[in-house]
C-alpha cells in the first residue's frame, strides 16, 4: 500500500490553489532531499556509489541544484539537458551522457564539459572520434542483452529495443576503443521502465556482473563502473507497494561479493540513473474544477490538461486524485476527468471513483514529480504551467513561471501584429 498524502493541510493548500494560477506544478523540497538521501544511504556499500539524476525526469535547476547538494549527478541525452546540469554545478564525471541517436556537436559539449560518454551504438565510435578528433580517456557502453534477458512490461522486449550494443558487438567495443588508447572503461544498460519488481533489478546487476568479467577475459578491458540506468518504478496506485530497495541492496551486495570480488574487479564502482524514484511521488499537479457535467458519462472538467500532464493520455498510467477537503467524503461518485483539449483521451481518469465534485474544487494529481512537467506541450496552444517549491521551511517559491502567450510566440516570423493593442 502506498498512502496518497498532501505535502501540507487542505486548508493551507486550498489557499494556495487559489492564490496562485492553476494548473501549476508543486514539489516538496524536504521530501526529495530526504528521498535523495535514503537512496545514498542504502547503497552505501557500493565503491564511489552516485546517482545520475536522469534530467528529463524534472528539468528544472532548482530541482538538479537540490540534488546536487546530495551529491548527485545529472544523466544527459542532448544539449540543452546538458547546459542544465552545467547551470545547476554539475560538470565534469557528474555528468553522464546517456544518448542515442547522437548528433557530432553534442557529443563535442559533452566532452567540452568533461562529461563521462556513453556510447549507445557500435557507430558512434566513429561520430566521437570526428567529433571530438581524438578518444575520452573515459569511455562507457550501453548494452542490449537482446534474447538474452526478458525486457519488463513498460521498456519491452530488448530484441525490439533500438538501445545499446548487442552481445556480439559489446566486446568488440571494449576492444576497438582499448586499442584507441581509452583508459577507464564503464558498462551500462537499462532494460526496465517503471519496475517495481526489486528482483528484476538484481537480476539486471546480475547480467552486468558477469558482462564486465566476461569482457575481462576476452579483451584484458578492466570495467571501472557499473551504469545500472534508471527504470526504478513508484507505486501510482495506491494499492500498489514501493521497490523493496533494501532487498535491491542486499541482492546487489551479494552478487558483487560472489561475482566481483573474486574475479579481481574490485572496487567496482556502482552508479544508477534514477529519475523517477528520487521526484516523482513529491511532485502534484494543482488543478481546478470548470465544470460537472452529465452526458452518457459523468464528467470532472479540469483547466490541466494531458499537455500539462501527458502520461495518463500516452500510456494508460494511472494517477491518484485527490479532491483537496473532500478526502473523506464517500467515493461514490464514477467521473472522467477530462482537460480541454480537443482531443477524446485528454483524460486524467476514466470511470474513477471520486467524491461528489463541484465547480470551483481544487483537484490534485499525485506523483507528477518525474516525466510530468518535462513532457508537456504546447498543443491547441496551451500554455506550460508553472513550478513551484513547497520550501522547507513551509514557504513556496516559484521555481518556474508559467508560459505566456508572448513566450508562445516568441519563435514566430510573421509579418503582421500578434498582438492586438
Ligand atoms: C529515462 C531514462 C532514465 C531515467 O528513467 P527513470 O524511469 O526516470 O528512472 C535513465 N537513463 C536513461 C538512459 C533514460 O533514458
Known sequence: MSEKTLPMGHGDFLELAYQLPTPFYLYDEKAIVDNARR?????????????????????????????????????CSSLPELLLSKASGITGERIMFTSNDTPEEEFRAAYELGAIINLDDITHIETLENAIGTVPETI???YNPGKNRTGNAIIGN?????????????????????????????????????ELDGSYIVETARMLFDLAVRIKKETGATIEFIDMGGGIGIPYRPDQDAMDLQMVSDGMKALYDEIIVPSGLDPLQIVFECGRVITGPYGYLVSKVLHVTKKYKDYVG??????????????GAYH????VGKEKNFHDHLYDVTGSLCENNDKFAIDRELPKVERGDVLVIHDAGAHGHSMGFNYNAKLRSGEYLLMGDGSVKMIRRAQTYDDYVATLRFEGALVEV
Not at 48 to 70: D, H, M, Q, S, W
Not at 165 to 176: A, K
Open 39 to 75: 537512496f545514498n544511504q542504502l547503497f552505501s556499500w557500493a565503491p564511489g556509489f552516485r546517482n545520475y539524476f536522469a534530467v528529463k525526469a524534472c528539468p528544472n535547476p532548482t530541482i538538479l541544484k537540490l540534488l546536487e547538494k546530495e551529491g548527485f549527478g545529472c544523466d
Open 320 to 323: 491518484h486524485i485527490t479532491v
Open 158 to 194: 530488448p530484441v525490439e529495443a533500438k538501445y545499446g550494443l548487442t552481445d556480439d558487438q559489446i566486446v568488440e567495443g571494449y576492444r576497438i576503443m582499448q586499442d584507441k588508447g581509452v583508459k577507464h572503461f564503464g558498462l551500462h544498460t537499462m532494460v526496465a521502465s517503471n
Open 140 to 142: 562507457c557502453f550501453r
Open 302 to 315: 479540469i483547466d490541466a490538461s494531458m499537455a500539462d500532464l501527458m502520461r495518463p493520455a500516452l500510456y
